[in-house]
């Protein structure tokens, strides 16, 4: 179904054995086709300009699906996407935090680079609280801001998170359209000390959490995400009606703590009010998938499920989800806090049932969003998603390192199999103390550690497909571990080497800055006084 190649492209089939560091062949082996860029930037180019819709979730772990084993097998909207399209068991997002790691799929580069993260300290994560002065950089350029050059009308649906200051938000950014908030739905507040987080339709308030778009704490009981669903499905019917391109980007945050869901769903689930939030997103996903069909549009729309960062261990078992195998959870560098959920669908383009061991990242879904629409990349900075055009339509898999942040520090990098931390850190002992953990009950002597263990010279090396739970470090004795370090340290340093940080965006905090007097309170009558400004350094505990 993907156009054929043009004349003057040519495609090249070679099998490639993978081996072991020690030599040996290992049994699988892949059939690699290797096709010239040119050759896919003219069939895309030369193709109708898909819609494109990514489906974000918030603190939605790698466990949470049935398709990815969980034995609730509460999921069966996105089980069948998946049976209807491809499998990324090794999707990886760019940071283990909310903020950041959107920042980083909307850019296609590194947080370190686009400037969310903060140097208040070394390796903590940053976001954006209401009290962040900063937010996207005004120099970064994101994903619909290209699009609108082929003609996209671009939409987000749900949870901003890069900054919720005028000069910061949506429609500033490419962004045609938007019906969600700037912040994580935190709260109730009394409106005194702090305010109660607005609720946007395009440019304008229309409300705020916990007031006029009700959360009972409680219970767990709000509309959100069925006030999420019409909005989407309405956009759905214009864009169909219009013909026109589009982009949605479809951020859900009813998995994030304070978990909710609307009365038909709450009680519905084995898990407690966690899951309840699963199955009503669950039952979206299957309504917004049936209506691309009814519209007759689904063959020519891209969809891609994800998470923004693994599920949130500190909040569970009743507000937190599962990392299946892996070990700890949001806020970590290790697997459970950064591998998640992926599955892409596009009937007639991408073929059903497939499973795909492409190492995959957020920040791919910018660059590869860019090549579906027939656009080029960007020249002028360093892009680090990758085009996953030929896994997508070709089952291929590309050789790539994953680089895992926190903050302003590299930890880890994974290339193959293999995973190499160069500093370990779950949390501090003092905060540990205040009942926050982000590995509960998985405790690794000498890797969930409490103090910030840097092994830049001697790194922890983990065989990811024998020890998916980074709880055997490989002997520093044996032959497999001295050559999968020269491997990887190569690689390391010239990431390194070539790596030019951002301005961090995530150093200021100020209570003057926070969602006071929205645009569109006036109307209202719900602007607020703010205080007077006085700024200083965020403290970033994590």
Same mark, same amino acid.
């Given at each position: 179904?993907?156009? %054929?190649?043009?004349?003057?492209c040519?495609?090249?089939?070679?099998?490639?054995h993978?081996?072991?560091v020690?030599?040996?062949?290992?049994? #699988?082996?892949?059939?690699?086709?290797?096709?010239?860029?040119?050759?896919?930037?003219?069939?895309?180019?030369?193709?109708?300009?898909?819609?494109?819709?990514?489906?974000?979730?918030?603190?939605?772990g790698? @466990?949470?699906?049935?398709?990815?084993?969980?034995?609730?097998?509460?999921?069966?909207?996105?089980?069948?996407?998946?049976?209807? =399209?491809m499998?990324?068991?090794?999707?990886?997002?760019?940071? %283990?935090?909310?903020s950041?790691?959107?920042?980083? *799929? *909307?850019t296609?580069?590194?947080?370190?680079?686009?400037?969310?993260?903060?140097?208040?300290?070394h390796?903590r $994560?940053?976001?954006?609280?209401?009290?962040?002065?900063g937010?996207?950089?005004?120099?970064e350029? *994101?994903?619909?801001?290209?699009?609108?050059?082929?003609?996209?009308v671009?939409?987000?649906?749900?949870?901003?998170h890069?900054?919720?200051?005028?000069? !910061?938000?949506?429609?500033?950014? =490419?962004?045609?359209?938007w !019906?969600?908030?700037?912040?994580?739905?935190?709260?109730?507040? $009394?409106?005194?000390?702090?305010?109660?987080?607005?609720?946007?339709?395009?440019?304008?308030?229309?409300g705020?959490?916990?007031? #006029?778009?009700?959360?009972?704490?409680?219970?767990?009981e709000?509309?959100?995400?069925?006030i999420?669903l019409? #909005? /989407?499905?309405?956009f759905?019917?214009?864009?169909?009606?219009? @013909?026109?391109?589009f982009?949605?980007?479809?951020?859900?945050?009813?998995t994030h703590?304070?978990?909710?869901?609307?009365?038909?769903?709450?009680g519905?689930?084995?898990?407690?009010r966690?899951?309840d939030?699963?199955?009503?997103?669950?039952?979206?996903?299957?309504?917004i998938?049936?209506?691309?069909?009814?519209?007759?549009?689904?063959?020519?729309?891209?969809?891609f499920?994800? +998470?923004?960062?693994?599920?949130?261990?500190?909040?569970g078992?009743?507000? @937190?989800?599962?990392?299946?195998?892996?070990?700890?959870?949001?806020?970590? /560098?290790?697997?459970?806090?950064?591998?998640e959920?992926?599955?892409?669908?596009?009937?007639?383009?991408?073929?059903?049932?497939q499973?795909?061991?492409?190492?995959? +990242?957020?920040?791919?879904?910018?660059?590869?969003? *860019?090549?579906?629409?027939?656009?080029?990349?960007? +020249?002028?900075?360093?892009?680090?998603?990758?085009?996953l055009?030929?896994v997508?339509?070709? $089952?291929?898999v590309?050789?790539r390192?994953?680089?895992?942040?926190?903050? $302003?520090?590299?930890?880890?990098v994974?290339?193959?199999?293999?995973?190499a931390?160069?500093?370990?850190? +779950?949390?501090?002992?003092?905060?540990?103390?205040?009942?926050?953990?982000f590995c509960?009950?998985q405790?690794?002597?000498?890797?969930? /550690?409490?103090t910030?263990?840097?092994?830049?010279?001697?790194?922890?090396?983990?065989?990811?497909?024998?020890?998916?739970?980074?709880?055997?470090?490989?002997?520093?004795?044996?032959?497999?571990?001295?050559?999968?370090?020269?491997h990887?340290?190569?690689?390391v340093? #010239?990431?390194?080497?070539?790596?030019v940080?951002?301005?961090?965006?995530?150093?200021?905090?100020?209570?003057?800055?926070?969602?006071?007097?929205?645009?569109?309170?006036?109307?209202?009558?719900?602007?607020?006084?703010?205080?007077?400004?006085?700024?200083w350094?965020?403290?970033? %505990?994590h």
């Open positions: 179904s993907h156009p %054929p190649a043009q004349p003057g040519h495609v090249t089939l070679f099998r490639v993978f081996t072991n020690m030599g040996c062949k290992v049994r #699988e082996s892949f059939l690699i086709a290797l096709i010239t860029r040119c050759c896919w930037a003219e069939a895309l180019q030369d193709a109708p300009a898909p819609n494109i819709i990514i489906m974000l979730m918030d603190d939605m790698w @466990g949470d699906l049935g398709v990815f084993g969980h034995p609730s097998k509460e999921t069966p909207n996105i089980d069948r996407m998946a049976a209807e =399209g499998l990324f068991p090794n999707f990886y997002t760019a940071n %283990p935090l909310c950041p790691s959107r920042a980083a *799929l *909307l296609g580069r590194l947080p370190v680079r686009n400037g969310f993260y903060t140097t208040n300290a390796a $994560n940053a976001y954006t609280p209401q009290e962040i002065v937010g996207i950089d005004l120099d350029i *994101l994903l619909p801001e290209i699009l609108k050059k082929k003609g996209y671009n939409k987000i649906i749900g949870k901003w890069l900054g919720h200051r005028p000069q !910061f938000l949506p429609l500033k950014h =490419g962004f045609d359209e !019906f969600g908030a700037p912040n994580c739905h935190f709260g109730p507040y $009394n409106n005194t000390y702090r305010p109660n987080i607005p609720v946007y339709n395009n440019s304008q308030m229309v705020r959490y916990y007031e #006029e778009f009700g959360i009972n704490v409680k219970t767990g709000s509309n959100l995400t069925q999420y019409e #909005e /989407t499905l309405q759905l019917r214009r864009q169909s009606v219009s @013909g026109a391109p982009f949605l980007f479809w951020a859900m945050d009813a703590a304070p978990v909710y869901a609307s009365k038909p769903f709450l519905k689930s084995q898990r407690g966690y899951g939030a699963v199955i009503e997103l669950d039952h979206s996903v299957g309504l998938l049936k209506e691309l069909r009814t519209l007759g549009i689904a063959e020519n729309t891209f969809v499920f994800t +998470s923004d960062n693994g599920a949130a261990l500190m909040s078992p009743k507000q @937190g989800g599962s990392n299946g195998p892996f070990l700890c959870g949001k806020e970590t /560098t290790f697997e459970g806090g950064m591998r959920p992926a599955i892409a669908w596009w009937p007639g383009h991408i073929k059903a049932g499973v795909s061991y492409q190492l995959g +990242s957020v920040m791919d879904l910018f660059t590869t969003s *860019l090549s579906l629409a027939g656009l080029p990349p960007l +020249s002028d900075r360093v892009i680090d998603g990758l085009d055009s030929p997508l339509l070709q $089952n291929t590309i050789d390192p994953i680089f895992y942040y926190r903050g $302003n520090e590299m930890m880890a994974r290339v193959g199999l293999y995973k931390h160069y500093w370990t850190w +779950s949390n501090s002992w003092e905060e540990l103390m205040k009942g926050i953990n509960p009950g405790h690794v002597t000498g890797v969930t /550690t409490h910030q263990q840097e092994h830049t010279m001697q790194p922890l090396i983990f065989h990811l497909g024998q020890d998916p739970g980074e709880k055997y470090p490989i002997s520093v004795l044996s032959e497999e571990y001295q050559a999968v370090l020269r990887v340290t190569a690689l340093n #010239e990431h390194r080497k070539a790596l940080p951002g301005v961090p965006q995530l150093n200021m905090c100020d209570l003057a800055v926070m969602n006071w007097a929205p645009e569109g309170c006036q109307q209202l009558g719900k602007c607020l006084k703010p205080p007077e400004s006085a700024p350094k965020c403290e970033w %505990p």
